[in-house]
């Protein structure tokens, strides 16, 4: 009976958090269909609610926003909307940082989660992995006086929470694994295998 119970708990405790994770991103993309007239949501136009609708307006809206951002009329119009929002005190300083982050995190030519580390914390005797985020620059770096390595320390089993650090480089080692294998790891307390990242010969 003990066997068949913990069996079942494996089975059943990935599959109900992946439908509560899914429902919780469904529900709140949904609330995206309140961006549309009364008159046109769909439960005026059906008679009832459909769940996801409110998933395929959000890559709607993501999409088009991509598509007018990309032309030159589009970015002008974003940098005008840009200039606007730096003259608000408070939503320049949230604008400006979160735009910072985002650009970063998504550029292509960035550092920013690219690599996979091994640094020491939280004393010297004990490891954890972390995720190269950039370079101290300017001032910090010169008071740091050797080259160092800007990381994000990710906390188990939530790793959207962590620590920001900066190690030398000399104390910091290169995995050849994949981010989001790191990820799994990270979030499994361990549990989950990391694979060595495949390369293209």
Do not use: C
């Given at each position: 009976?003990?066997?068949?119970?913990?069996?079942?708990?494996?089975?059943?405790?990935?599959?109900?958090?992946?439908?509560?994770v899914?429902q919780?991103?469904?529900?709140?993309l949904?609330q995206?269909?309140?961006l549309?007239?009364p008159?046109?949501?769909?439960?005026?136009?059906?008679?009832?609610?459909?769940?996801?609708?409110?998933?395929l307006?959000?890559?709607?809206?993501?999409?088009?926003t991509?598509?007018?951002?990309?032309?030159?009329?589009?970015?002008?119009?974003?940098?005008?909307?840009?200039e606007?929002?730096?003259?608000?005190?408070?939503?320049?300083s949230?604008?400006?940082?979160v735009?910072?982050?985002?650009?970063?995190?998504?550029?292509?030519?960035?550092?920013?989660?690219?690599?996979?580390?091994?640094?020491?914390?939280p004393?010297?005797?004990s490891?954890?992995?972390?995720?190269?985020?950039?370079?101290?620059q300017g001032?910090?770096?010169?008071r740091?006086?050797e080259?160092?390595?800007?990381?994000?320390?990710?906390?188990?089993?939530?790793?959207?929470?962590?620590?920001?650090?900066m190690?030398?480089?000399?104390?910091?080692?290169?995995?050849?694994?994949?981010?989001?294998?790191?990820?799994?790891?990270?979030?499994?307390?361990?549990?989950?295998?990391?694979?060595?990242?495949?390369?293209?010969?």
């Amino acid at each position: 009976m003990k066997r068949y119970f913990l069996t079942g708990i494996v089975v059943l405790i990935p599959l109900v958090i992946t439908a509560w994770v899914l429902q919780l991103i469904v529900s709140t993309l949904d609330q995206t269909l309140f961006l549309l007239p009364p008159a046109l949501r769909p439960e005026a136009l059906l008679g009832t609610h459909i769940p996801g609708l409110g998933v395929l307006l959000a890559l709607l809206i993501v999409l088009v926003t991509g598509a007018v951002a990309a032309n030159l009329l589009g970015r002008r119009l974003l940098l005008l909307g840009e200039e606007l929002l730096a003259r608000i005190p408070i939503v320049s300083s949230i604008y400006t940082g979160v735009k910072q982050v985002s650009d970063t995190v998504f550029s292509g030519s960035g550092h920013a989660f690219r690599k996979v580390l091994l640094v020491r914390y939280p004393h010297g005797n004990s490891w954890t992995l972390a995720f190269q985020t950039g370079f101290p620059q300017g001032e910090v770096a010169q008071r740091l006086g050797e080259p160092h390595v800007s990381v994000y320390v990710p906390t188990t089993p939530n790793p959207t929470s962590g620590f920001f650090l900066m190690v030398p480089r000399r104390d910091v080692i290169e995995l050849e694994i994949a981010v989001d294998d790191a990820l799994k790891h990270i979030i499994s307390m361990g549990v989950v295998e990391i694979a060595e990242k495949k390369t293209i010969p």
